[in-house]
């Protein structure tokens, strides 16, 4: 079984301040990992994602994300801030041994509110 | 390349009544999902396909069905819409890993 938590409902963060958003996960095997983005009324969008190879893995719109299997997490950052930045974070797993099937778990997403 | 759409954008249904929601995807993949989104649950999965002529169940299948006639096109239906059913529809994507989805479709059934 696969599985992903969201520990954070919001995440406040002062424009130009660095931000985290969580995600662990728990996979039988090995994980691939997601972050999406959604913006207000608009689908989700592809940010970045883990396969394997180096633990950080840089995406778009200057976001980056650390992977950990010792923590079992996959924790979203970037450097710098925007209020632009502000939308719902989805992360998103799949278990590399899943038999054939390329269906991820998604978290509840984090809200993050960046103020100017 | 116009990616997924989704058909309507906005639907009002009575209790009892029937719709069928259309997505359409250009990119040739394989995988196709549609997932409702309501506050604080995230993303949960209806059904999905691994292929033209195939479909599956997800984790809340109750209530809705799906078709998959052309690699292109993957229906959901509501035969009975419930108030239970007022939710954000999305559908997306994939040939292996990451996903694409499409706008949305907001339904509300009163």
């Known amino acids: 079984a696969q599985s992903v938590a969201q520990p954070e409902d919001q995440v406040n963060v002062a424009e130009g301040n660095p931000l985290t958003v969580k995600c662990t996960y728990s996979?039988?095997?090995?994980?691939?990992l997601f972050w999406y983005v959604q913006y207000p009324n608009r689908g989700l969008q592809f940010l970045l994602k883990?396969?394997?190879?180096?633990?950080l893995v840089k995406g778009s719109y200057g976001f980056e994300a650390e992977f950990n299997k010792s923590q079992t997490s996959f924790h979203l950052k970037k450097p710098s801030a925007l209020v632009s930045d502000s939308a719902l974070y989805f992360c998103?797993?799949?278990?590399?041994?899943?038999?054939?099937?390329?269906?991820?778990?998604f978290g509840r997403g984090t809200s993050l509110i960046v103020h100017p | 390349n116009a990616g997924v759409t989704q058909t309507p954008k906005f639907r009002v249904l009575k209790t009892g009544q029937s719709m069928t929601l259309l997505c359409a995807q250009d990119?040739?993949?394989?995988?196709m999902y549609w997932y409702r989104q309501d506050p604080g649950m995230g993303l949960r999965l209806i059904h999905y396909?691994?292929?033209?002529?195939?479909?599956a169940k997800g984790e809340v299948p109750d209530g809705y069905n799906v078709s998959r006639l052309k690699k292109q096109n993957f229906l959901l239906g509501l035969e009975s819409a419930a108030p239970s059913q007022t939710s954000v529809y999305f559908c997306?994507?994939?040939?292996?890993?990451?996903?694409?989805f499409g706008p949305g479709t907001r339904l509300t059934v009163l």
């Open positions: 997306a994507s994939s040939i292996r890993n990451e996903q694409f």
């Open positions: 883990y396969i394997t190879g180096d633990n």
């Open positions: 996979v039988s095997g090995n994980p691939y």
């Open positions: 396909s691994v292929g033209e002529g195939t479909t």
């Open positions: 990119m040739n993949h394989e995988y």
């Open positions: 998103a797993v799949r278990d590399m041994s899943g038999g054939g099937s390329y269906i991820p778990t």
